[in-house]
Each structure stands twice: as structure tokens, then as C-alpha cells.
């Protein structure tokens, strides 16, 4: 599957990839900032943003629609960044095609299976009336019961598509039945990718734990950690100057992450 990008910058490839209910846009001034300095290739990965839609949302799909986007615009071999979800595909792309990677970057999520936290999501917004003329604000108030905290509803939000016929960019059905997969993290057939790889984590959140890193560095041997002040699980939108610092540092070798 080809995914749709947006593209900036010249230079070495820089690919990022967004979380569960974003897109390409999602990176706003992190991809702006980094494209002073690398052509950096945001995707939106399938069944979100204006990517196509599938039934199925499997990692190693998902891994193998990045490859062959990246491949298909001359962008192999490339630095690759994911955050959430999208570090989930990242991590599957390094370990099925490690050649491909040249540095991995994962953000706020470790290969491990979470609790399922966004089920809620996907059937409030499945719910949520469609009609002619509705507005944003209409929206948040009728999610508001279901997603109290206004900037979680503004984000996922961001997904509806308003007018004379309101409908969703991303896959629900897809969405809703893939997610008990997409929490969880299928034991790769792969060996360990061997190249240089940092797992940045928010300091509010705590979707890395010290108990999986022996975890990631079965998978990651090369594996350096590092906690984003000022930050939880959005890292890149809560504190995008810090998250860019740590990025370029990394990403030009001159970072030396705690072990």
C-alpha cells in the first residue's frame, strides 16, 4: 500500500510516523524545524488521515506500507521515527528490514502489550450523530460525557471531516476491530536490529518502564534511553523544542542518551 506523505527539506531521509487517531500533520513545527537539516517524510499510515483504507491492521503490514512508500519515493535507507502506535510499525520495519534503517527512533511506547485504553475512543466517535451542518464545537459537546479532557477530544477531532456530509478520515470499523491487536505486540520472528535505535520517554508518562528495557534490548541491543522533560505521552506537541533537541543531537551522533 502506498501512504499518503507530506514532505519537506532536503538532504538524508528523516521519516515520521504518527500514533493511533493522528496523521501526518500531528508533527506540525517538529517536521518544519527538523526539515532545516534532513528531507523528512511524514506518512499517514493506513486507514488514517488521506492514506487508503484496509481491513487489517497488522504490524508487519503496517511495516511493509512504510518500506514500500519509502522505496517508491527514493527515500531507503532513512532514519525512521514513530511515536506510540507508529513506534510499534517503526520497531517492525528496523527488525524486518534492518538494512533500511539507518537509525531507529521510537517515542513513548515499548514493545509490550498495553491495557485497552482507547476502546471508549473508537465507540464514541462510531456513535456520534453525522449530521448536515454539524460543527466542531457540536461534536466536542456530545463526546464531551465519554472524553472529558477537551484536549483529547479536540485530537481526535481533528479526524472528522465537517459539511454537508460529515464522515470520519480515519477507519473505524477497521480501528475497532484491530485494536485488541494494536495493544499488544506479536513476538517477532526476526533477529534483534543491531543498528542504532533511542527510546524517548515523556517524564509524565509512563508508557516506558524500567522493567522493559531488558524487554527492548533483546530486540534493540544497541538500545539508549532517554525522559523528555515537560512532557507525557504527546511528547513531540507538549514540548516539540526538546523533542527536536534530542532528535538532531541523535540523529547527528553527537548524543550520548543515559544507558
Same mark, same amino acid.
Given at each position: ?186 513476538? &517477532? ?31 534493540? &541491543? ?38
Amino acid at each position: 500500500m502506498i501512504l499518503h506523505s507530506v514532505e519537506h527539506g532536503t538532504g538524508r531521509p528523516l521519516v515520521l510516523l504518527h500514533g493511533l487517531f493522528g496523521h501526518a500533520a500531528n508533527f506540525g513545527m517538529v517536521h518544519k524545524w527538523l526539515a532545516r537539516h534532513w528531507r523528512v517524510i511524514a506518512l499517514d499510515l493506513r486507514n488514517h488521515g488521506a492514506s487508503p483504507h484496509a481491513p487489517v491492521m497488522a504490524y508487519p503490514d503496517m511495516a511493509e506500507d512504510v518500506l514500500e512508500t519509502l522505496r517508491e519515493r527514493r527515500a531507503l535507507p532513512c532514519a525512521l521515527v514513530g511515536h506510540s502506535m507508529g513506534g510499534k510499525v517503526a520497531m517492525w520495519a528496523a527488525l524486518s528490514a534492518p538494512a533500511a534503517v539507518e537509525r531507529l527512533v521510537v517515542a513513548d511506547i515499548a514493545p509490550v502489550r498495553y491495557p485497552p485504553l482507547f476502546r471508549p475512543y473508537v465507540e464514541v466517535m462510531a456513535e456520534l450523530p453525522l449530521y448536515p451542518g454539524l460543527t466542531r464545537a457540536e461534536a466536542s459537546a456530545a463526546m464531551a460525557a465519554a472524553v472529558h479532557d477537551p484536549q483529547v477530544r479536540a485530537f481526535l477531532l481533528q479526524n472528522l471531516r465537517l459539511g454537508a456530509k460529515p464522515s470520519w478520515r480515519v477507519n473505524l470499523p477497521a480501528l475497532g476491530d484491530s485494536l485488541p491487536y494494536l495493544e499488544g505486540w506479536p513476538p &517477532p520472528e526476526d533477529p534483534p536490529y543491531r543498528g542504532p535505535a533511542l527510546f524517548v520517554s515523556g517524564a509524565r508518562s509512563d508508557y516506558i518502564r524500567s522493567e522493559h528495557r531488558p524487554r527492548i534490548r533483546t530486540l534493540f &541491543p544497541e538500545a539508549r534511553f532517554v525522559t523528555l522533560k515537560n512532557a507525557g505521552h504527546w511528547l513531540h506537541a507538549e514540548n516539540p523544542e526538546g523533542f527536536v533537541g534530542v532528535l538532531e543531537a541523535f540523529l547527528g551522533g553527537t548524543v550520548t542518551p543515559a544507558a
